[in-house]
């Protein structure tokens, strides 16, 4: 605990490590696949996030770049995670898999709806 | 000088990466140029042969490290001669199947002869190569050529016989490897010669766990009881060619890696006596079992399982004469053999379930693959003018000298069941009446075939009435292969390091 | 797709080298000159390769105002991660498990798909929210705690302040 | 400094407990990607962790190419579940 | 009943196996005669490589990493081989519709960067963990998030079977160059450089950017016609 | 880390290797299923790279790699042979199972199963 | 302490990964199981020191054996015997 950069680590750390756990715990507790997903995604993402920042500030002044890769996987995981978690979404949702408890009837149609349209349009690259 | 040991490895890969490009120019070339690597190979390996019995073994290191920390190949008289058996046999193998599935399309075509090529690559590879882990490397890329092999035909069972050649084959090499961790983790190398230098100072404990393991896995691809279950299939459901190509190469590399590493790398007394009784027990059950066989190609298969029991009750012997004996059984095998599968899928060549009562009576039709066979038969069970007596003369003549008398026993009896089911089949072929109503039908063999026949039944008579001609060369790998410290010397302490 | 004139091509193949040439200093970490010349050479043929992968943005997108309202951007980004972190911990841990969750629609007035790919990852990413699909325009929302059916209002609950942002942006 | 790392590592693990118990109870197939995508991101959290511990700048790589192919991984096993495999 | 007598065979080999492996003794230093400190030695003061499982994979045992390149060429052509069907169209994708937009335009922006990636794993294989096996694969991931993103992603199969013919070429024909100055199989022919620079190593990097193209080729090839696999 | 910890490191470690070698031999000679059988290939192989590797840890050891900061420090540094080893164990693996799976695919186009014995049409 | 804890915890994971893997009779959890156990042997492999083997078992386990084998069961069937088949057919 010397420097301001070591203060800064840790409580990321610290912060991180407990988001990843509530992750953790979140998927366990949560009764359907799309409650799962909500809490595991939000949760990891900023957890992992801040702990990898965490270990960067740790040893910037030993090595710049600890802190430099650190935000590249950091960016990657920001970029990754919530296009999987979507993509695993839309993938429940595609087999007609749906949330225990619906609110309002006009959800249902909602629904439907898109359940109806799952044909793309062709688009190139 | 042709070139050096690595060359027989390195230019097959070159090929095999070069074929696709070229495919893309003229097809033709996708066939040629197996055959012309092939040829080369065989060039090589048999002037190596002759520079090798004359000057001595030849060790060539590769990225220039010396053989304890790089790897290395061993060109001595054994392996070189084994080498040479192969390489000669695939280039007969590939003159075979020059014309072979022709009216298929251009795709299965290249990839059967890349495959043929890569199959007697590696297995050369695997008999020259001095480490352990390139023998298992080399091992997977014959597994994986020989699995495609066996599933080149799109019937239904040839898929079968090659998954549960691969079940067997990858078990096999992971049994390979933790022996291979045994060893490493207790004597730190790899290098054949320098394990078989310092086994001495390992746990006996140990040391018999790894051979276990060793000859397992090897008995795997060496078809020993009762660890060939895929044989057959893989023989039977096979190319013709193919067929030929297991029995004569596959079967031999493995052969050569059990012995190398009974004899080569570990001192453990009981090995031998092991191999003797795993090898009469193969011998007994496969031609017992050839007895009873239907098809022709399964028949051949358990011949060719029971022949190679008694090459390893040969080595068995322990003695410099019984190496001798079971090189040459080895020698035989591998040009008698091939000719029985070359002729005798001809015989079958139309029809579907290629049983032995279909055969009847086509020695009128087709007199020269019919008399091929025959003399293939007479040479196999080891009738006086052929080839094979005098092979199982020496065999008998090595038993005799360590005064194993049951074996010499059991090996006449064995002989006695061998001549039962092949003159029921040249008994069928001549004298039997041709029954229009199966589906063979007699036809001329092609050009390509008659030539390659001729060729092994020139050598098989050649051999039979002149066998002093491979009597020299077959001393020298038998003391090569008995002589472990001047392969210690040879590999870690100079010997020829290389010649260009 | 319709045929993209050179210039086009070329200023996106600008872009996208720029874009690489960062990532590749980042993955080495070093600016010594051996790494930067093969960085060069290796960042050059892969944005050649692949020169309408990356985006559809041009070098345009590297203004001032808008780099400014990126910043701006994750700063809000940022503060909604927190607080839908803080959300889900509130959920978690309480024993009864306070969910009351269904899907809902909302419109948005994005027309670029990276602009909408931004969109939605941000709106995985916020309290309560995780989009479920996305046809055309429209945006499928899983809420884990419904207020409102309505598009616009629910629009108003989940979005509002990213688009806003993002329509400058693009 | 290293008991905080410590103190990140416990949580980690009980989150690591708690996703790969999902993983074996999981009703469905989709549940079981959720806890495969959890434990992707604790571990490669771990993994930089570990960097620290055995002061390894090197070792980053192996975290960054762990979360891009975790991702992949699941992308491959969504597509499948959607019917488009 | 059969299921019992597996487990009771099992239950003795597993019995034996960790007999005698416990008594190996792990963690210690075992023996001193082995190869293992000529590696570290060499590696360092010869070849200038700081990977020495680079070195030891490309140099020390580099014809290990031929024959291992091969068995992944036959493996591929295998594939090609066995799932070969008697007709003459390459069957239709196994991918039926493209995913939701979201997945396709990120893939579009992560693909660059996971090429790179790649890329950065097989040219820095001598100083960092990686090297041409582990970026090729990573290049081949790269190629399957696209193609599992667009259901009309096209790979050129003339070009990858040309690129993999190519590299395969060139990594023996750099093993046979080093019999120039009377050298050996794949020896070093080039100057080494200092440790920890990009350009060290000699010969070493490029043969690993050589296996780096094959590798990724070759599992792209593969993941491609086992896509188009379809009943 | 006192080395009673290390010792259970490594007793645990031999164990999840031997143990994953004897799952996967279990499935191989069980299952009926063609796949479940290439898994079990899979798990073994898993197995084995975990031994190797095991067997050339060293306490306190550290990666073969000679970085900045690590260049005189190898008395300290792992047995890389295995490694290297297993390196080409896992990409042989693996094309082995393409290879496998395959067959089965084609298997299947026949058999229209499975089940490994409804597919023995051959005898052992 | 907590390390070796980690440790632990890892590989009781990739055994009941390996047991999960063989027991259950989903041919896709099965496989979801192996790329777990990759996942996992992946990080071991990192604490044993083995970064290059880590890499390579997370490029080759995590992504490319799971597409070859989804495919397979994908072209084949998704169940181990076909009563699974009847009785499953309406779950997921």
């Not at chain 1, 950069?5 to 509530?22: Q, R, T, V």
């Not at chain 1, 993402?45 to 740790?58: A, D, E, K, N, V």
């Not at chain 1, 009837?105 to 898109?114: C, K």
């Not at chain 5, 591929?76 to 493209?98: E, N, P, Q, W």
Request: with cysteine; aromatic share 12%.
């Amino acid at each position: 605990m010397n420097t301001a950069y070591d203060i800064i680590g840790a409580i990321l750390i610290l912060i991180g490590s407990i988001f990843l756990f509530l992750g953790g715990l979140g998927i366990f507790r949560m009764p359907d696949v799309y409650n799962r997903l909500q809490a595991g995604t939000k949760a990891t993402t900023l957890g992992g996030m801040s702990t990898i920042l965490g270990i960067g500030f740790l040893m910037v002044e030993d090595y710049w770049g600890w802190l430099v890769k650190a935000i590249i996987i950091v960016i990657f995981i920001a970029f990754s995670n919530p296009i999987s978690s979507h993509a695993l979404a839309r993938a429940m949702y595609k087999r007609k898999h749906y949330p225990l408890i619906m609110s309002k009837d006009e959800n249902m149609d909602a629904y439907r709806e898109v359940a109806d349209k799952n044909q793309n349009k062709e688009e190139t690259i | 000088m042709v070139g050096t040991p690595v060359l027989l490895i390195a230019i097959p890969l070159l090929a095999a990466f070069v074929i696709p490009l070229v495919g893309m120019i003229w097809k033709e070339l996708v066939r040629i140029i197996p055959g012309l690597v092939l040829a080369y190979m065989m060039v090589l390996s048999v002037t190596l042969l002759h520079y090798v019995s004359v000057h001595g073994t030849i060790v060539e290191t590769i990225a220039g490290w010396s053989p304890p920390w790089g790897i290395n190949l061993v060109f001595s008289p054994l392996t070189g001669l084994l080498a040479s058996i192969m390489t000669i046999l695939g280039f007969l193998v590939w003159m075979y199947s020059y014309r072979f599935k022709r009216n298929v399309d251009f795709e299965p075509a290249k990839k059967y002869f890349i495959f043929l090529m890569m199959l007697v690559a590696s297995a050369v590879g695997m008999v020259i190569t001095g480490d352990i882990f390139n023998m298992f490397v080399f091992i997977e890329i014959m597994g994986i050529s020989a699995y495609t092999l066996t599933a080149f035909y799109t019937g239904r069972n040839s898929a079968e016989a090659a998954f549960k050649y691969l079940m067997m084959g990858g078990l096999a090499s992971s049994l390979l490897l933790i022996a291979i961790a045994i060893i490493y983790s207790q004597l730190g190398t790899l290098n054949m010669a320098d394990i078989a230098s310092k086994i001495s100072t390992m746990n006996p404990g140990y040391k018999i766990t790894a051979l276990v393991f060793f000859i397992t896995a090897i008995g795997i691809e060496a078809e020993m009881f009762p660890l060939n279950g895929w044989a057959p299939d893989a023989y039977s459901e096979a190319p013709g060619p193919v067929g030929a190509a297991f029995a004569g190469i596959t079967v031999k590399a493995g052969i050569y890696v059990i012995i190398r590493i009974v004899f080569t790398l570990f001192d453990v007394p009981g090995a031998y006596d092991f191999l003797l009784v795993i090898g009469l027990i193969t011998l007994i059950v496969a031609e017992t079992t050839a007895l009873r066989q239907e098809r022709l190609k399964r028949m051949l298969a358990y011949s060719s399982i029971g022949q190679m029991g008694l090459v390893v009750v040969a080595f068995g012997i322990g003695t410099v004469e019984g190496a001798y004996a079971a090189l040459f059984l080895m020698l035989n095998h591998a040009i008698i053999k091939p000719l029985l599968f070359f002729s005798g899928s001809y015989l079958v060549f139309n029809s579907k379930e290629k049983r032995i009562c279909e055969v009847n009576g086509l020695g009128k039709y087709m007199p020269f693959t019919s008399v091929l066979f025959a003399l293939g038969a007479f040479a196999i069970v080891g009738l006086p003018p052929f080839a094979g007596f005098w092979s199982k003369l020496s065999v008998l003549t090595a038993a005799a000298n360590e005064g194993l008398l049951l074996i010499i026993s059991l090996i006449l009896i064995v002989s006695v069941i061998e001549i039962v089911y092949y003159f029921r089949v040249v008994n069928r072929i001549f004298f039997l009446k041709y029954d229009k109503s199966t589906s063979v039908v007699p036809h001329r063999p092609r050009f390509n075939a008659v030539i390659t026949m001729v060729t092994l039944a020139i050598l098989i008579l050649v051999i039979g009435f002149y066998p002093d001609a491979v009597t020299g060369l077959l001393h020298n790998a038998s003391q090569d292969l008995m002589n472990t410290p001047e392969y210690i010397q040879n590999v870690l302490h100079g010997g020829q390091s290389l010649i260009r | 797709m319709k045929e993209l004139t050179f210039n086009v091509k070329f200023s996106r193949f600008l872009l996208n080298w720029l874009f690489l040439m960062v990532v590749w200093v980042a993955f080495t970490t070093s600016f010594s000159s051996q790494e930067l010349v093969v960085g060069l050479v290796v960042t050059m043929i892969i944005s050649l390769l692949s020169i309408s992968m990356f985006t559809c943005c041009t070098p345009a997108i590297l203004c001032p105002r808008r780099i400014f309202f990126m910043i701006w951007y994750l700063f809000v980004f940022i503060g909604a991660l927190i607080m839908s972190n803080l959300d889900v911990a509130r959920r978690v841990l309480t024993p009864s498990l306070p969910i009351n969750p269904g899907i809902v629609k909302i419109k948005t007035k994005l027309t670029t798909n990276f602009s909408k790919m931004v969109l939605a990852n941000s709106i995985t990413l916020t309290p309560g929210t995780l989009t479920v699909d996305i046809v055309d325009d429209t945006l499928y929302i899983h809420w884990i705690d419904v207020k409102t059916t309505n598009p616009e209002e629910a629009f108003k609950e989940i979005a509002e302040q990213f688009e806003k942002i993002l329509l400058k942006i693009f | 400094m290293i008991y905080i790392i410590y103190i990140a590592l416990g949580f980690m693990i009980l989150g690591l407990f708690f996703a790969s118990f999902r993983f074996i109870k999981g009703p469905t197939a989709g549940d079981r990607m959720v806890a495969l995508d959890t434990l992707t991101t604790i571990l490669v959290a771990g993994l930089v962790v570990l960097a620290y511990i055995f002061q390894r700048f090197i070792y980053l790589d192996v975290a960054l190419v762990y979360a891009v192919l975790g991702f992949i991984g699941v992308i491959v096993i969504a597509r499948y579940l959607e019917g488009a495999l | 009943m059969k299921k019992f007598l597996v487990l009771l065979i099992l239950a003795v080999l597993g019995y034996y196996m960790y007999d005698a492996l416990y008594g190996i003794g792990i963690g210690i230093p075992r023996f001193t005669d082995g190869v293992k400190d000529f590696y570290l030695d060499k590696t360092v003061s010869q070849l200038h490589v700081a990977n020495t499982v680079t070195s030891i994979v490309v140099n020390f045992r580099g014809f290990d990493t031929l024959g291992e390149v091969t068995v992944l060429f036959l493996a591929v052509t295998a594939l090609g081989s066995i799932l070969y069907k008697k007709r003459h169209d390459v069957g239709t994708r196994s991918i039926l519709f493209s995913s939701s937009s979201i997945v396709r335009s990120g893939s579009k922006l992560l693909f660059p960067a996971i090429v790179l990636l790649g890329a950065y794993v097989f040219i820095h294989g001598h100083l960092t963990p990686g090297g041409g096996f582990q970026g090729g694969t990573i290049i081949a991931t790269g190629f399957l998030l696209m193609l599992l993103a667009y259901e009309n992603f096209k790979v050129s199969h003339t070009v990858l079977s040309f690129v993999e013919s190519f590299a395969g070429i060139l990594f023996v024909v750099i093993g046979l160059f080093g019999f120039m100055n009377g050298g050996t199989f794949l020896q070093n022919f080039l100057p080494e450089g200092a440790l920890n620079n990009l350009f060290s190593g000699g010969v070493i990097g490029i043969i690993y950017v050589m296996v780096g193209f094959k590798v990724a080729t070759e599992l792209t090839g593969l993941i491609y016609t086992i896509l188009h696999e379809k009943d | 880390m006192d080395d009673n910890l290390l010792k259970i490191l490594e007793i645990g470690v031999l164990s999840t290797s031997v143990l994953m070698i004897l799952i996967g031999l279990y499935a191989v000679l069980t299952k009926r299923s063609l796949i479940k059988i290439v898994i079990g290939l899979s798990i073994i192989d898993g197995g084995i790279h975990l031994l190797l590797i095991t067997l050339g840890y060293l306490k306190r050891g550290t990666a073969p790699i000679f970085s900045p900061g690590y260049e005189h420090a190898a008395d300290k540094m792992v047995d890389p042979v295995p490694q290297a080893l297993v390196l080409t164990a896992i990409v042989i693996g693996f094309a082995v199972t393409a290879v496998a799976l395959s067959l089965i695919i084609r298997l299947y186009r026949h058999h229209h199963t499975l089940e490994i014995d409804e597919i023995k049409t051959l005898k052992w | 302490m907590i390390y070796l804890i980690l440790i632990l915890f890892l590989l009781v994971l990739i055994i009941g990964s390996a047991i999960y893997a063989v027991v259950q009779r989903d041919l896709l959890y099965a496989v979801i199981a192996t790329g777990v156990i990759s996942l996992v042997l992946t990080a071991v492999f990192y604490i044993l020191q083995a970064p290059d083997v880590a890499l390579t078992e997370a490029a080759i386990g995590v992504a490319l054996t799971t597409i070859i084998f989804i495919i397979t069961i994908r072209n084949t069937v998704r169940y181990e015997s076909d009563n699974d088949k009847k009785n499953k057919i309406k779950k997921l």
